[in-house]
């Protein structure tokens, strides 16, 4: 098996901060100068999303500043076809999926062209983030996402994937494994009912499921990470805490470490746009950092990450 990513301390990084959000006002070139002076000392490899604004600016940031990251660059492909099963809305009329389709390839495109620019940084690319598992309100169908693996492949020299939760890749995500360079996973304890004792056996065996699902390939796990709050809307408010937070992500990194699997922690910074209005909502609350900058348990324990 041919290792496409190198083991690295790698992480997840979106720099919204309060009164932030994605296709509204994005963080300025100084705000994200000032998160990846943060991460440095702990991180080599980030993880961004989508190819849009925000992006380029954190690539742009990455070369003046002459920072040492490497970046999982993604395209942030949205619905084409209609969800039925997402229990918060992937339902659209036709006129919005046909307009999907169009964007989304310019997604592609665009990644292509962030990629090639700034080839010495980018060392690997993603064609979509969980728009194959069941619940999804993006839900794309399996030829789309081949063909745009296809596209990156033929343009691009670097490594392709496709992020998504564990699930889909031991059923419908057969074939479009085959066509990647490695596959990329996410597995989260909490969001399904674990305690802390079940907690790092159960992502091992999520990522031995897929290991033995795709023996020919390398295995990253793309998200993985312990919420500090919640309101109760999907996590159990007793099963989330600084302290949990700190002993599930020492753990996963002593195996990760051990193992030599490359595992990008989900995430860097709290992020309040996210979710509903409710400042519990469990979403916000995955960072290593607080919205404000300032550092959680875990990194305040100076956790080896």
Partial sequence: MTQSLPYSNAICYSGFRDGQAPGAAIPSYEEIKEDLLI????????????????????????????FSFNV?????????????????????????????????????????QLATEYSDIVTSV?????????????????????????????????PVTFCENYVP??????????????ISIHTYPVWEYKSMEEAL???????????????????????????TNSNGRGIEPHNVSEDLQEVYISQLQEWAKAEGVLVYLFEAFDENWKGSSDPMEPEKHWG?????????????EKVEV
Wanted: glycine share 4%; aromatic share 10%.
């Fill in 169 to 182: 890749w031991l059923n419908v995500l057969k074939e479009v494994g085959e066509e990647l360079d490695f």
């Fill in 288 to 300: 290593l950092y607080r919205t404000d900058r300032t550092p959680k348990l875990v990194m305040r």
């Fill in 201 to 227: 056996s159960y992502t091992i065996g999520n990522y031995n499921a897929v290991a033995n699902a795709f023996p020919n390939k390398q295995i990253v796990i793309t998200e993985a990470g312990w919420a």
């Fill in 126 to 158: 993603s064609a979509g983030n969980e728009a194959i598992v069941s619940w999804s309100d993006h839900l794309v169908n399996t030829e789309s996402l081949i063909s745009f693996v296809l596209q990156l492949k033929s343009a691009l020299k670097q």
């Fill in 72 to 112: 999982m660059l993604g395209a942030y492909i949205v619905a084409e076809v209609n969800n039925y099963e997402c229990p918060w809305g992937g339902m659209y009329a036709n006129v919005v999926l046909d307009a999907n389709k169009i964007y989304n390839q310019q997604r592609i495109e665009k990644l292509i």
């Fill in 39 to 66: 991460l440095q000392p702990h991180w080599s490899s980030l993880r961004l999303y989508d190819c849009d604004q925000h992006a380029e600016l954190v690539l742009e940031v990455i070369r003046k500043e002459k």
